[in-house]
Every structure is written in C-alpha cells, then in structure tokens.
C-alpha cells in the first residue's frame, strides 16, 4: 500500500504540475483559446495510460513478465527521479520554452501542436503509473493497491490545491526530495524482486539461476524484504526529522 501511495502522490504531482504550468504561461502569454489543447491532451493521455494499464494486467501474469516489468518498472523509477532532480528547478522554463515554440506554429497547428506537447509529457507520467502499478498489483494485491491509489489521490489533490492557493508556502523541493529517497529504495526492491523472478523462469544466461533464485528468496520476499519495506517508511521518515531540524537551527542562526 504504502509504495502504490508514494507512487500515485509522486506522479500525481508531476502530471498536475505540467498542466498547471502549461495553463498558466498560455494564460499569462494571452492565448486563453490554446487551453482546450491542454485539457484534452492531458484527457487522452489518461485514456491512453489506462488502457495500457489494462493491457498489462491482463497478460502479464507469468514469473517472465513479472520479472520483466518490475526490472522496467525500476528503470522508469530511476529515470524519473534523475529527470526531476535535473530539470526540477528549471521545470516552469523549460515548459514556458517549449509551449512558445508549439504556440508559434502558424494557423491550426499551434492547436495541435500544444495538444501533442501536453499528450506526450503526461502519457510518459501515466504509463510510468500504469506499469509501475501493474507490478505493485502483482507483488502486493489488488486491495492494497486501490487503498494506497485512493489515498495517494487524496493526498495529490490536496497538495495540488495547497500549490495553486499557497504556493509560496508548499515546499515542493522538500517533497521531492522525500519521495526520491523513497523512490530509490523501492526501486532497489523491484530489481531484487525482478531478479528473483527471472531466476524462477530460468532465463537469465551465464549464471546458476536456481542457485540466485533461492539466494535472492530472503532478499525478495522473506525478512530482510521485510526490512527493506520497513526502510521505504522509517529513511524517508528521518530525512524529513532532519530536514526540520536544520530548519530550526538555522532560524536559530538567524
């Protein structure tokens, strides 16, 4: 439950930011009739997330996919912590530039244009979500995947609403920096379970794969798997302790 929570929060944030950001340079820049675009690129992109979401849990059932699509799904988790640690605090210009070169294109292609922009960055969010999910689903049931998505999503439009009412007071580079953390040691997970996996199906050359399926069963989903769960709660947890308390010492300082 608690990584399908970080997951949905994490990727909810990103996709309303892109929005968000999107609609406000049009608005800002005067080109209110481009909005439409965003609404409905950001519509078919979670149609489209969707349904590759159904695609993958529907054929996605046999200890060679599962290992496959945790090894990817580990790989989209990297992928986008790194993206967003580079281009975090650069995210409103680099939206603002490329919306300026989509809303330039003469006549009906700026529609189409701002449409295909807005479509392509919440897709690559959404289907990042849909088999990241799939995985979840697979390693953890389904019961504890709709209640972490449940409150992710309470949480993210909470936190959405807090940034367009108050956004000088949500400290979003902390959340990031939060769920990163969270993010890599689930990430970690999922290439142990993946091994794990792909070992039991006897696919991965060159090494004794019985002999890594039962050296990695413990690591996968005995006690320390355990303890690695326990750390995608308590390290987040104690970043977050310390975070605040240099807060307080340096408005000691002050």
Same mark, same amino acid.
């Not at 060159?206 to 990695?216: G, K, P, R």
């Given at each position: 439950?608690?990584?399908?929570?970080?997951?949905?929060?994490?990727?909810?944030?990103?996709?309303?930011?892109?929005?968000?950001?999107?609609?406000?340079?049009?608005?800002?820049?005067?080109?209110?009739?481009?909005?439409?675009?965003?609404?409905?690129?950001?519509?078919?992109?979670?149609?489209?997330?969707? =349904?590759? $979401?159904?695609?993958? @849990?529907?054929? +996605?059932?046999?200890? /060679?996919?599962? %290992?496959?699509?945790?090894?990817? &799904?580990?790989?989209?988790?990297?992928?986008?912590?790194?993206?967003?640690?580079r281009v975090g605090k650069q995210l409103r210009s680099a939206i603002g530039g490329q919306l300026e070169s989509?809303?330039?294109?003469?006549?009906?292609g700026s529609w189409a244009a701002v449409f295909l922009f807005v479509l392509l960055m919440i897709t690559r969010e959404g289907m990042e979500m849909a088999l990241i999910t799939v995985t979840i689903a697979r390693q953890n049931?389904?019961?504890?995947?709709?209640?972490?998505?449940? =409150?992710? $999503?309470?949480?993210? @439009?909470?936190? +959405?609403?807090?940034? /367009?009412?108050? %956004?000088?007071?949500?400290?979003? &580079?902390?959340?990031?920096?939060?769920?990163?953390?969270?993010?890599?040691?689930?990430?970690?997970?999922?290439?142990?379970?993946?091994?794990?996996?792909?070992?039991?199906?006897?696919?991965?050359?060159?090494?004794?794969?019985?002999?890594?399926?039962?050296?990695?069963?413990?690591?996968?989903?005995?006690?320390?798997?355990?303890?690695?769960?326990?750390?995608?709660?308590?390290?987040?947890?104690?970043?977050?302790?310390?975070?605040?308390?240099?807060?307080?010492?340096?408005?000691?300082?002050?």
């Open positions: 439950m608690g990584q399908m929570f970080v997951v949905t929060l994490r990727e909810g944030i990103e996709a309303f930011l892109i929005v968000a950001i999107a609609a406000a340079y049009l608005r800002k820049t005067g080109r209110d009739p481009l909005l439409p675009a965003v609404w409905w690129g950001c519509g078919v992109a979670v149609l489209l997330s969707l =349904l590759l $979401g159904g695609w993958l @849990a529907e054929y +996605a059932v046999q200890p /060679v996919w599962e %290992g496959t699509l945790a090894l990817v &799904a580990a790989a989209f988790i990297i992928s986008m912590v790194v993206y967003m640690q989509a809303a330039q294109q003469p006549g009906g049931g389904l019961n504890a995947l709709l209640i972490g998505a449940a =409150l992710g $999503g309470l949480v993210t @439009a909470a936190l +959405a609403w807090a940034w /367009v009412r108050y %956004g000088h007071r949500v400290n979003l &580079a902390l959340f990031f920096q939060v769920t990163s953390i969270f993010l890599a040691i689930f990430a970690f997970q999922l290439l142990l379970y993946g091994l794990h996996e792909l070992t039991e199906a006897h696919l991965i050359p060159l090494i004794d794969n019985q002999y890594w399926h039962d050296a990695t069963e413990d690591w996968a989903e005995g006690e320390v798997g355990g303890w690695i769960t326990y750390a995608l709660v308590l390290v987040p947890i104690a970043w977050l302790v310390i975070a605040y308390l240099r807060g307080q010492k340096n408005i000691q300082a002050a």
